[in-house]
C-alpha cells in the first residue's frame, strides 16, 4: 500500500485506521527509507492478519517495534518474515 513511499515520515493520518479485517499486511511499509515512528499504528487491531512478510523491509529509519508490543499478540505477526 505504502511500499516505496520513500519520503513516508509521518503516518500519524493512518491512526484510526480500521484494520480489523485485513488479512494481508505484506509489504504494506516496504522501502519507506524515512519511516522511523510506528506509535501512530501502535494500536491496529492486527487479530486477523495472516501475511506480514516483509512489512517493514527497507525501512532504514526504523530502530526497532517496540512501539507495536501488542501486534506480537497475533503469531502470524511474531512468525512474520522479517
Known amino acids: 500500500m505504502f511500499c516505496r513511499c520513500l519520503n513516508l515520515i509521518d503516518i500519524n493520518p493512518l491512526r484510526n485506521w480500521n484494520v480489523k479485517n485485513v488479512k494481508d499486511f505484506s509489504y504494506m511499509f516496504s522501502g519507506c527509507f524515512l519511516l522511523s515512528d510506528l506509535k501512530a499504528?501502535?494500536?491496529?487491531?492486527?487479530?486477523?492478519?495472516?501475511?506480514?512478510?516483509?512489512?517493514?523491509?527497507?525501512c532504514k529509519s526504523l530502530m526497532d517495534l517496540n512501539d507495536l508490543k501488542e501486534w506480537e499478540k497475533n503469531p502470524n505477526f511474531r512468525n512474520r518474515q522479517k
Request: a negative charge; proline letters at 0%.
Open 41 to 58: 499504528i501502535a494500536n491496529w487491531f492486527i487479530i486477523n492478519g495472516t501475511n506480514f512478510d516483509g512489512i517493514f523491509s527497507q
